[in-house]
């Protein structure tokens, strides 16, 4: 009996079994031709779909896409044209339509950026103009023949000016040509306004308009004049000279207390003048300079310290904040020059003294001057 049951469950496995593996068979079957029917009608939906689309016309692509990173190589990075520029080309500036010429008497350079007296006038060089205070004055360093350089682009020998004693002589003016005379003949007023009786002998009859020459007076009184004159005739061109350093010099000594406190005196004039121009700085050339310095109690001995002078220019296409190369040094005699050719007036052609070319941006004038 039990041999019979137990021969009866083997045929029953055996028969399951086989069964569940033919229904396996069959199903794997089905789902291989059910596949392929899908496919081939997927395909034939896929073609219909490519040829109604707009972009059917596109190439199906044959090569593997480019993956993009982030760093890629250089040698295969992509190279792009140089952009074309568009920036408008600087114009030209303006030709300055007044000039100032401010003479500090006695000052010595190291005075202005050594100290703390002079904080104006050392910011207007370092951040609105082109200076130097490695410029050089004339032989002999005195006030008449440095003057007469910077007027008239001569050196002492040329002019002949060779000391202070002619202004003395009634009626003796200065004979060479000027920066006087070459502002008239170009219709432009000129003033002369100066703390020294001596400087009378620049203002040529004729050639200047408005003179006031004192025989003594603090850079004050001298600002205050100079300011008046600006106020009711305005100017083409015109000197000043702020003389109390140097009678500070004379008296106590350059470099000493009082000196310093004309100098910061000086600094002060020149500020309370320059404030009164307003929107006419923007048109007008500047230059501050001195004719000579000094050591000790005088400044003719021909020493470094008496013939080292500051000049500072500011002004219409004057380069801002810039420090002239200490060589070739700015001569003194190098201001009239520099000034006609700012101006597009002609320079004459046996000038002791050459344009200060570095001082300016290279776009330079609408006008072309004389070189």
């Known amino acids: 009996m039990n041999r019979r049951s137990t021969s009866s469950n083997t045929i029953f496995y ?21 596949a392929q029917l899908f496919g081939s009608w997927n395909a034939s939906k896929t073609s219909e779909a490519l040829a109604e689309s707009p972009h059917r016309d596109l190439p199906i692509p ?9 760093h890629a190589p250089a040698e295969t990075a992509t190279e792009f044209p140089e952009p074309t520029s568009t920036l408008t080309p600087a114009t030209p ?3 300055p339509e007044h000039v100032l010429v401010i003479v500090l008497d006695g000052m010595r350079p190291d005075a202005i950026w050594r100290t703390s007296k002079a904080p104006y006038i050392l910011d207007l060089a370092r951040h609105q103009g ?5 410029a050089q004055t004339v032989n002999p360093s ?3 023949p440095a003057h007469t350089s910077l007027l008239t682009g001569y050196d002492v020998p040329i002019h002949g000016v060779t000391g202070n004693d002619v202004s003395k002589d009634e009626g003796a003016y200065l004979k060479t040509k000027s920066l006087f005379h070459f502002a008239k003949e170009h219709n432009w007023f000129t003033a002369l306004v100066a703390g020294k009786k001596k400087l009378s002998f620049l203002g040529q009859p004729g050639v200047v308009d408005v003179q006031q020459v004192y025989k003594e007076a603090d850079n ?6 100079t300011i008046q004159v600006i106020g009711m005739k305005g100017f083409g061109f015109m000197l000043i000279n702020f003389s109390f350093t140097d009678a500070m010099g004379h008296a106590e000594g ?42 000790g109690y005088t400044h003719s001995l021909n020493r470094p310290e008496d013939e080292t002078i500051p000049w500072i220019i500011t002004g219409p296409c004057v380069k801002e904040g810039f420090e002239l190369p ?21 320079i004459p052609p046996d000038s002791s003294g050459r344009v200060i070319r570095e001082a300016f941006e290279e776009i330079g004038f609408s006008e072309v001057g004389t070189p």
């Open 254 to 295: 350059w470099m000493s207390d009082p000196y310093l406190e004309a100098v910061a005196q000086a600094d002060q004039a020149v500020r309370y003048v320059l404030s009164v121009l307003n929107d006419h700085l923007e048109t007008t050339l500047i230059v501050i300079t001195a004719d000579h310095g000094g050591l």
């Open 326 to 346: 200490s060589e070739p040094r700015v001569r003194i005699f190098d201001t009239a020059p520099t000034i006609l050719w700012a101006l597009g007036w002609e």
């Open 220 to 225: 004050f009184t001298v600002a205050e004049y």
């Open 14 to 34: 055996i028969f399951l079994a086989a069964t569940i593996m033919l229904v396996s068979l069959l199903g794997a079957t089905a789902y291989s031709l059910g």
């Open 93 to 95: 500036c303006q030709r």
């Open 142 to 144: 005195k006030t008449l």
């Open 62 to 70: 044959t090569e593997t896409p480019t993956i993009f990173i982030d």
């Open 130 to 134: 082109a200076y130097t205070w490695y």
